[in-house]
């Protein structure tokens, strides 16, 4: 068994489980030992609420490798436990099992934990959290049942079960505090859009509103709202943002800021500690300001760039950050990051499913959301890396290419 150095990782996930994989691919010859609270090996999320929660894909499909993969490569798999405590300057982690696990580096990718909602009666069964294989096999489950869904909170995970419990021929109700759905990544407009396609669906959505209270003897029955109205249901979805798991750091020494904080390339602020995925709060180099993202393709990304940061082989990560969903025969695909827009550009025709959206700061292209339109992204891509002027009008003038703007 490879043991010298030591490189732990914590949380087996995406971010976790591409950093082993990308270690070995770069020939890192010393110990792996890959830490995950849950009792299943790296897998990926986004199917589960979607073609997985659907079950229109098998269980197979969502793992990163097989068991004999990390077998071969000798990656120490520790699952079902979880890090309670960082002595950083000891350089070892301690687990709920009271083992103590000691590393030459860390890299922290423990990702983000769903936000918990208060309210009388969350415990009854039928309400649903969902971020975990587990969730989805358990939610799945019930939606083969036809339930009447009440999904609480429109974001994207909101959003998908909306669209994929309607899919299935569910009535569904979606409950949202927000002036509209999705509002947080997409901004107002967009997000009406997106409230729009939903009630095409069917979907009964309603915004500005909150959940008071569930009720039923046992299992779920219905749910109160904040603005007094009874709605009769057998499952609840509860979608209400997450949070970066971070808790076990406190007192560790590592700087914590809406997740762990770090430098271009994924260290943190204690030696020979790194971070990367969902949890990582990190500098961007070519935007000079701080990201963290929450998206796939961030993972994915950072997960390498930390592996190799580990083996001292980094560069700065400074990535056009990319991400996707997919709800009902809507496929978006989004890339930049705008944070702050003063203008938003259309390019097509929301109505017709088919449009890509300009998100312009100061008449500088930040981000570019497309709706089954994928011709423009690439382009988009280019104009956001150059950061030169742009003009919306001609943004929005289907006769001309958005390639020739991006043409230097
Ligand atoms: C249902 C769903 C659908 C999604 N769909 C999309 C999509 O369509 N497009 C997109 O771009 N993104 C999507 N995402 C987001 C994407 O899956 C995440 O960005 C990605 O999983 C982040 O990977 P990560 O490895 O950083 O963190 P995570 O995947 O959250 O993994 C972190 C792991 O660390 C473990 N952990 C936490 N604390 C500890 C601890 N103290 N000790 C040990 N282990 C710990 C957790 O149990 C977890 O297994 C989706 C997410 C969900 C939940």
């Not at 979607?50 to 990656?75: G, M």
């Not at 909150?210 to 003897?217: N, Y």
């Not at 002027?389 to 289907?398: C, K, Q, S, T, W």
Request: aromatic fraction near 8%; hydrophobic fraction near 40%; include cysteine.
């Amino acid at each position: 068994m490879k043991g010298s150095p030591r490189y732990v990782i914590l949380g087996a996930s995406l971010a976790g489980g591409t950093a082993a994989t990308t270690l070995r691919k770069e020939g890192f010859d010393g110990g792996i030992v890959l830490v995950g609270a849950e009792p299943d090996r790296p897998y990926e999320r986004p199917p589960l609420s979607k073609e997985y929660l659907r079950r229109e894909s098998p269980r197979d499909d969502v793992f990163l490798n097989s068991p004999e993969y990390y077998r071969e490569q000798e990656i120490e798999l520790r699952l079902g436990q979880r890090a309670v405590r960082l002595d950083a300057a000891a350089k070892r982690v301690v687990l709920d099992s009271g083992d103590e696990v000691p590393y030459d580096k860390l890299l922290i990718s423990t990702g983000t934990l769903p936000r918990d909602l208060q309210a009388p009666g969350v415990g009854l069964d039928g309400v649903f959290y969902l971020r975990t294989l587990r969730q989805s096999d358990a939610l799945g489950e019930a939606l083969l049942k036809r339930p009447r869904v009440l999904v609480i909170g429109a974001g994207f995970i909101g959003s998908e079960v909306a669209a994929s419990a309607r899919s299935l021929g569910c009535e569904v109700t979606m409950l949202e505090v927000a002036p509209v759905p999705l509002i947080r990544a997409l901004g107002e407009q967009l997000g009406a859009v997106y409230a729009d396609f939903h009630r095409e669906q069917g979907v009964d959505v309603r915004t500005g509103v909150g959940i008071a209270e569930f009720r039923g003897a046992g299992r779920l029955e219905a749910a109160v709202t904040t603005s007094g109205d009874t709605i009769p249901c057998d499952v609840a979805v509860i979608g209400v943002g997450v949070a970066p798991a971070t808790a076990f750091l406190e007192g560790s020494g590592v700087a914590l800021e809406n997740g762990v904080l770090t430098d271009e390339l994924c260290r943190a602020s204690m030696p020979d500690v790194f971070a990367a995925g969902d949890v990582a709060n990190w500098w961007h180099p070519t935007w000079q300001e701080r990201l963290r993202l929450e998206h796939y393709d961030n993972a994915v990304n950072q997960g390498t760039a930390a592996a190799k940061s580990m083996l001292g082989e980094g560069e700065p990560y400074a990535p056009i950050p990319y991400f996707w969903s997919d709800q009902y025969d809507l496929n978006l695909q989004y890339r930049g990051h705008a944070s702050r827009w003063d203008e938003i550009v259309l390019r097509g025709e929301p109505a017709e499913h088919s449009f890509s959206a300009f998100y312009l700061l100061g008449g500088r292209l930040r981000a570019c959301l497309s709706v089954n339109r994928f011709q423009d992204q690439e382009a988009a891509e280019r104009l956001i890396a150059a950061g030169t002027p742009v003009d919306g009008r001609r943004l929005a003038d289907e006769t001309v290419d958005v390639g020739q703007l991006a043409e230097p």
